[in-house]
């Protein structure tokens, strides 16, 4: 596709539940980052994801979080036993090259709103 | 280890007066800095960037920027505030080396109010 997309864009679920967030990156782009966008909070390293190097996964903020890509290209963030407080938006972006200052910049989606009550 | 500050979570400014936005960054290496704006129900979009070279880089919508290493800023400037500017900003830093290789780090975001 022309840009980053994400799905669901908006996901409701109870306290407990599990919940798989999707990121489609843009054909070709070699790196993917997830962010956290909670309010007050700004924007939070997840992620991240260059090549078929192993993931930086320093930002996850607990065991209840996992993320992967296959083939290089979907990812997929995993929240398991969701909490309250795991209440954001989570955001996508895709870069051509792992340095986001060389070959270009970050591409972001749209992101998924997820709501946990 | 990089970290980067924004002066003022929000900024209030008339259409038509100057914009100023804050930003500060750590660094253990060169650092690449970017601005990004996101408006309501939005993904991020970049508006600047600089890398090396020229330090007062411009952007997109009659926005630039002043890198100063000597003061470690990276803020962002707009002559005139038009309605549209209206949004939230983002400051960031990526080390060009080091255990943050590559990684963007955002600072908290200013939310940016136009009055006509």
């Known amino acids: 596709g022309a840009g980053v997309s994400q799905s669901p864009s908006n996901k409701v679920t109870e306290k407990g539940k599990d919940v798989e967030l999707r990121c489609d990156p843009i054909?070709?782009?070699?790196?993917l980052y997830w962010y956290r966008q909670s309010l007050g909070q700004g924007l939070e390293f997840l992620i991240y994801f260059q090549g078929n190097s192993a993931p930086d996964k320093s930002g996850l903020p607990s065991d209840r979080f996992s993320a992967e890509r296959t083939g290089g290209s979907v990812s997929t963030l995993t929240i398991q036993r969701t909490q309250q407080e795991d209440s954001a938006v989570y955001l996508c972006?895709?870069?051509?090259?792992?340095?986001?200052?060389?070959?270009?910049?970050?591409?972001f989606g749209e992101g998924s709103r997820l709501t946990v009550l | 280890a990089q970290s980067v500050t924004q002066l003022g979570s929000h900024v209030s400014v008339s259409e038509g007066a100057l914009v100023l936005l804050r930003c500060n960054y750590s660094?253990?290496?060169?650092?690449?800095l970017f601005w990004y704006v996101q408006y309501p129900n939005q993904g991020l979009q970049l508006l600047l960037k600089y890398t090396t070279g020229a330090t007062l880089v411009k952007g997109i919508n009659g926005f630039e920027a002043e890198f100063k290493k000597s003061e470690t800023s990276f803020h962002l400037t707009k002559p005139s505030a038009h309605m549209s500017d209206a949004a939230e900003y983002f400051c960031?830093?990526?080390?060009?080396?080091?255990?943050?290789?590559?990684?963007?780090?955002f600072g908290q975001g200013t939310i940016l109010t136009v009055h006509p």
């Open positions: 960031a830093v990526s080390e060009t080396g080091g255990t943050s290789y590559g990684k963007l780090t």
């Open positions: 972006a895709s870069s051509s090259s792992g340095l986001a200052g060389t070959a270009g910049e970050l591409f």
């Open positions: 660094s253990s290496v060169p650092p690449y």
């Open positions: 054909s070709g782009h070699t790196a």
